[in-house]
C-alpha cells in the first residue's frame, strides 16, 4: 500500500459509520446557501459526480465553506440504527485552508426527485465523460430535506486517499427519490458504498 493510500488501512477516524448511540449536544445550526449555479454533470468512474460553480455556500460554526461538488453513493455509505438508505448524496465543502466539510443525505424510496431526476438524464453512460449543464441551471436545494436537524462526527473521505479530519454532517431526515430512479443510478453504479468502519473512541453528537 502507497503511502498515500495508509490512511484508508490503518487509520482510525475512518467513515462511514453506522449512526448508533448519538450523545445529544447543542451543535451550531446549519445554514446552506445553495444557489443555481453548477457547471457539470461527470461520470468519474467511481460515481455520478456534479461540480458546483460559484456561489454556493454551507456556514457552520462560523465559518463559510464553499460548496466544491456533490455525487452519489448506491446503497448509503452511513447507516442510521443499522438501516441502510437505497442512495447517499454527498455535498463536499471546503475552506480557503482545505478544511473539508461534508453533508451526507440520505435518499430512500417514495416519489421522483426533479433535481435527481436532471442529474440521471444528464448522466454519462461512459465512465470519463462529462457533460455541461445547460444555462448551468440545477435546483440542488430538492436534494435537500425539509429539516436541517443532523449527526456529526470526525470522520474521513470514503475514498482514496481517505484523508482525516473531514467534518461530518448527516441529515436525519431522507430525500425521496423513485424506485425508477434508484434503478437508474444502480445500472450505473451497482455497489460504490464503502463498507462502515470501526468508530473506535470518537464521540457522535445530534441536535
Ligand atoms: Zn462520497
Redo the contacts with the bound molecule.
Keep these: 500500500m502507497s503511502a498515500e493510500y495508509r490512511n484508508c488501512g490503518v487509520g482510525l477516524n475512518q467513515s462511514p459509520i453506522d449512526l448508533n448511540h448519538e450523545i445529544k449536544a447543542s451543535l451550531p445550526q446549519l445554514e446552506i446557501e445553495y444557489g443555481n449555479n453548477f457547471v457539470s454533470v461527470e461520470n468519474n468512474g467511481h460515481?455520478v459526480l456534479v461540480t458546483a460553480g460559484k456561489g454556493n455556500h454551507l456556514i457552520v460554526d462560523e465559518e463559510r465553506y464553499d460548496l466544491i461538488q456533490c455525487?452519489f453513493?448506491h446503497p448509503s455509505?452511513h447507516l442510521l440504527k443499522g438501516e441502510q438508505f437505497p442512495l447517499e448524496c454527498?455535498f463536499v465543502h471546503r475552506l480557503a485552508d482545505n478544511e473539508i466539510a461534508v453533508i451526507g443525505v440520505l435518499m430512500k424510496k417514495g416519489r421522483r426527485n426533479d433535481a435527481f431526476e436532471k442529474i440521471l438524464t444528464l448522466a454519462p453512460e461512459e465512465a470519463g465523460e462529462k457533460v455541461e449543464i445547460p444555462d448551468h441551471r440545477l435546483a440542488i436545494k430538492d436534494l435537500l430535506p425539509n429539516t436541517l436537524h443532523y449527526i456529526r462526527y470526525s470522520g474521513s473521505l470514503?475514498?482514496p486517499p481517505c484523508s482525516e479530519a473531514v467534518n461530518w454532517m448527516i441529515l436525519v431526515e431522507a430525500v425521496e427519490i423513485s424506485v425508477d430512479q434508484i434503478a437508474r443510478f444502480a445500472a450505473l453504479y451497482p455497489n460504490n458504498a464503502r463498507p462502515i468502519q470501526p468508530l473506535h473512541h470518537r464521540p457522535v453528537l445530534e441536535n
Aim: proline share 0%; charged share 15%.
Design positions: 460515481t455525487h453513493h455509505e454527498h470514503t475514498t
